[in-house]
C-alpha cells in the first residue's frame, strides 16, 4: 500500500479482555517496529522485526505482550489479559532493507482500557 | 542516564527567529541518525536525516558530531507551522532505534 495501514484506529476493552493490534507496512519495507506512546510521553519501544524474525523483543513490558509477523508483511501485536496501564497510543513503522532512509509510521491505534 | 536525552523545552519563538535543538546519545556504537517531527495526537514523521558533513533542508539544517555525541537541528526563519514537537533518533546496526522524549516548539506571531 502507499502507506503503513494500522487497526483498528481506536480500540476500548475491558481490563482483564485480550487484544489483538494490526500493523499492515509498506510492501517491500523488510524491518517492522511497534513502539507505544502514553499522552504527554515519548516513544517506548516495543519489538523490531527484519523479516519474520524478531531479533530485539527486549521493549516488551510484560509475558503479557507478544507479536508475530508473517509473510515479511503483515503483523500483529497481541495484549493478553489488558490492564488499565496499557492504555496507549501503539505506532508500528516500516522501512526499507537500508534503514538509512528512516522509517514511515503508521496513525496507530489508540487503546483504551476501561 | 537514558540512551538518548533532548531538552524537552518548551521554546515558545517568535516568528522570524532562528532556533536549534541538541540531542545527545550515549551510544558510541550509534550508526544512523534522523530527525522527526510530531503534531499534537499525530504520528511522527520524517524530517531529515542527519549526515556527518551536516545536511540542509531548506531552512532546516542537522549536523552530527560523533566525537561529542550529540546531533543538532537548526531552523532559521521560524514559520507558526513548524510548531511541532521534534523528535531525535538513533540507530545502531543491531536494529534497535532509540527514540528522544522530543522538544517542543511552539512559534507565536
Known amino acids: 500500500g502507499a502507506g503503513v495501514s494500522q487497526s483498528p484506529s481506536n480500540k476500548v476493552t475491558e481490563k482483564g479482555k485480550d487484544v489483538e493490534l494490526r500493523c499492515d507496512p509498506i510492501?517491500?519495507?523488510?524491518?517492522l517496529y511497534w513502539y507505544r506512546q502514553s499522552l504527554g510521553q515519548g516513544l517506548e519501544f516495543l519489538i523490531y522485526?527484519?523479516?519474520?524474525?524478531?531479533?530485539?523483543k527486549s521493549g516488551l513490558p510484560s509475558d503479557r505482550f507478544s507479536a508475530e509477523r508473517t509473510g515479511g508483511s503483515v503483523s500483529t501485536l497481541t495484549i493478553q489479559r489488558t490492564q488499565q496501564e496499557d492504555s496507549a497510543v501503539y505506532l508500528c513503522?516500516?522501512?526499507?532493507?537500508?534503514?538509512?532512509?528512516?522509517?514511515?509510521f503508521g496513525s496507530g491505534t489508540r487503546l483504551t482500557v476501561v | 542516564r537514558k540512551e538518548v536525552e533532548q531538552d524537552p523545552g518548551p521554546f515558545n519563538v517568535p516568528e522570524g527567529a532562528t532556533v536549534a535543538f541538541n540531542c545527545t546519545y550515549s551510544n558510541s556504537a550509534s550508526q544512523s541518525f534522523f530527525w522527526y517531527r510530531q503534531d499534537c495526537r499525530k504520528e511522527p514523521k520524517l524530517l531529515m536525516s542527519?549526515?556527518?558533513s551536516g545536511n540542509e533542508d531548506g531552512r532546516f539544517t542537522a549536523q552530527l558530531n560523533r566525537a561529542s555525541q550529540y546531533i543538532s537541528l537548526l531552523i532559521r526563519d521560524s514559520k507558526l507551522s513548524d510548531s511541532a514537537t521534534y523528535l531525535c533518533v538513533v540507530n545502531t546496526n543491531a536494529g534497535k532505534s532509540t527514540f528522544g522524549d522530543g522538544t517542543t516548539l511552539t512559534v507565536k506571531p
Open positions: 522485526f527484519q523479516g519474520n524474525s524478531a531479533p530485539d
Open positions: 513503522a516500516s522501512s526499507p532493507p537500508d534503514r538509512g532512509y528512516g522509517y514511515t
Open positions: 510492501s517491500g519495507h523488510t524491518a
Open positions: 542527519v549526515y556527518s
